[in-house]
């Protein structure tokens, strides 16, 4: 019988008969579980087991993902935005994170201090000592750590020039700054690690003469690792006003050095920024911030 390609008649057929795996090197333990292979002319099974989507619940004990697996999906070991330091107690470790939260009367207990000038003995030691922990945004200016915005407006000696006298303990001042009438805000870029619970905020102001503010104390979480990152995730979050808890509380009257305490539910712990908005300029009184701390319980 004559075989034809097209009209062309075939007169020699190379038949393949099989394929040589004499080179093969191949065993069933380099194969997945289930497949099949040939190598040296013998078929082979696979036996590497296979390990599906999975996620890994952080327990007390290790967690092996064994060599010899072949990862056919995501494995997810699980974290949690409350593992951090205000919720461990105090000198324990936990995954590499160092325990901050101290407990008294089986009740847990976090202080900090977000700003404090009555250990100032001068304007300067107050921009030396709190420079680096503030930022301030006058009106359109752009933002500025205190000594930057001091210096902007003729420096220390300049009087009301955003830190107080001796009488107001070197405080920093929020409003009678400038000739600007815009509204002045100021950033604490120190965090404040917060457990869920009670949070008291207590303020020792100096108010110089009849006045009516309204001041709002935003708190903030930020993304980011180095300080750059997250100073800019804070500064986009504040001009979406984008805040995770607005605390408003109101000046009126005269009276110096007045002390003020708020108390409020936080109901997610975490690591927070405190931003401090409202302030405006007041014809004939001048607001000064000397000290700012939270009990957190």
């Known amino acids: 019988m004559s075989i034809y390609k097209g009209t062309e008649k075939v007169s020699t057929i190379n038949i393949i008969s099989s394929i040589d795996t004499d080179e093969g090197t191949a065993t069933s333990a380099d194969i997945l579980e289930g497949k099949i292979a040939f190598s040296k002319k ?57 325990g901050t939260l101290e407990t008294s009367g089986g009740s847990s207990v976090k202080k900090e201090t977000i700003l404090d000038t009555t250990t100032s ?16 945004k006058d009106g359109d200016l752009e933002w500025m750590n205190l000594s930057d915005l001091v210096n902007h407006w003729g420096g220390v000696e300049v009087s009301d020039n955003f830190i107080g006298d001796a009488s107001q303990k070197y405080g920093i001042y929020m409003t009678n700054w400038t000739e600007q009438d815009t509204k002045t805000s100021i950033l ?27 001041m709002n104390i935003n708190l903030m979480t930020a993304t980011g690792e180095t300080e750059a990152e997250i100073l800019s995730s804070l500064k986009e979050k504040i001009s979406a006003e984008n805040y995770d ?36 300029k007041a014809d004939n009184s001048a607001f000064n911030l000397i000290s700012i701390k939270t009990i957190n319980f």
């Open 121 to 136: 003995t001068s304007k300067q030691d107050t921009i030396d000592n709190w420079s680096s922990k503030v930022l301030i």
């Open 245 to 280: 808890k607005v605390i408003t509380t109101t000046y009126v009257g005269s009276s110096s050095l007045k002390d003020t305490s708020i108390i409020e539910t936080l109901g997610t712990a975490g690591r927070y920024y405190m931003y401090i908005t409202g302030f405006k």
């Open 42 to 98: 013998n078929k082979l099974i696979g036996t590497i087991p296979s390990i599906g989507s999975k996620i890994y619940v952080p327990t007390i004990v290790d967690q092996n993902i064994l060599s010899g697996n072949y990862l056919s999906g995501n494995q997810i070991l699980k974290g949690d935005s409350n593992l951090i330091a205000a919720n461990i107690k105090k000198g324990v470790e936990l995954f590499g994170i160092t």
């Open 188 to 214: 604490f870029t120190t965090p404040i690690d917060l457990i869920a619970g009670e949070l008291l905020i207590t303020l020792n102001c100096n108010i110089s003469s009849w006045m009516n503010q309204t």
